[in-house]
């Protein structure tokens, strides 16, 4: 069964610094599509940003960006400069060939003043 | 912006009541989805629809079914409510495709008492 694994369940860190959140993942296709979504304290859920597991070069988008390790089966979001905005929940998901998405359990992330 | 919207934010019912969960979206997407969210547990799928009259069994059923009549509207049923389907459900669209952005909605809060 296809897996996603996210060990931190929660983390601190002060703003303006840069934090790593990890995800690893398990499956044996070859081509799939890779996540990370944000869920506010107001609860909806956000895309942040999306991998798709052909391309070598890591997704970025402004202050987030990924690090995608195929062989290893990882795939960790780094928040750099992290702003008060950015305490939440942060859910890893893999999607596989029948479309159909695996979450991991989540990250609370808070950002401290 | 791409609306999804739920009908209820916060539910309180009594078991063996029946309860209807309805969710809208504004952008004529193909796919919906209803998730189940547990602390711990991530999100779990619990019916999609790919399509108005479709619906597909996701991983945790029991208990529960859903309609969707016409394109923009997917409804969750809970036939006889139980206190251990008290959670927080949200509702999810995307257009067709593999990979596509999911929109989330701002989520029911079910309390059955």
């Known amino acids: 069964a296809q897996t996603v694994t996210q060990s931190q369940p929660e983390m601190s860190v002060q703003e303006a610094e840069t934090v790593t959140l990890s995800c690893t993942y398990d499956t044996s296709e070859s081509n799939y599509y890779l996540f990370w979504y944000k869920q506010p304290p107001s609860r909806q859920m956000i895309l942040v940003i999306r991998?798709?597991?052909?391309k070598q070069q890591n997704a970025t988008e402004n202050r987030f960006s990924v690090n995608f390790q195929k062989a290893a089966k990882s795939f960790s979001l780094k928040i750099s400069d992290s702003q008060l905005g950015d305490t939440a929940m942060y859910f890893c998901a893999f999607m596989d060939s029948n479309y159909q998405l695996i979450w991991g359990a989540g990250t609370k992330l808070i950002i401290k003043p | 912006d791409v609306k999804v919207t739920q009908s209820s934010r916060y539910l309180v019912k009594r078991t063996g009541e029946k309860v209807f969960l309805e969710c809208v979206q504004d952008?004529?997407?193909?796919?919906m989805f209803w998730y189940r969210q547990d602390p711990g547990l991530g999100l779990r799928l619990i019916y999609f629809s790919y399509d108005v009259k479709m619906k597909e069994k996701g991983d945790i059923p029991e208990g529960y079914s859903v309609s969707r009549e016409k394109k923009e509207r997917f409804s969750l049923i809970l036939e006889s409510a139980s206190t251990n389907q008290t959670s927080m459900y949200l509702c999810?669209?995307?257009?067709?495709?593999?990979?596509?952005?999911?929109?989330f909605g701002e989520g029911s809060w079910l309390t059955v008492v």
């Open positions: 952008m004529d997407h193909e796919n």
């Open positions: 991998q798709e597991a052909y």
């Open positions: 999810a669209s995307s257009s067709a495709g593999r990979g596509n952005t999911i929109y």
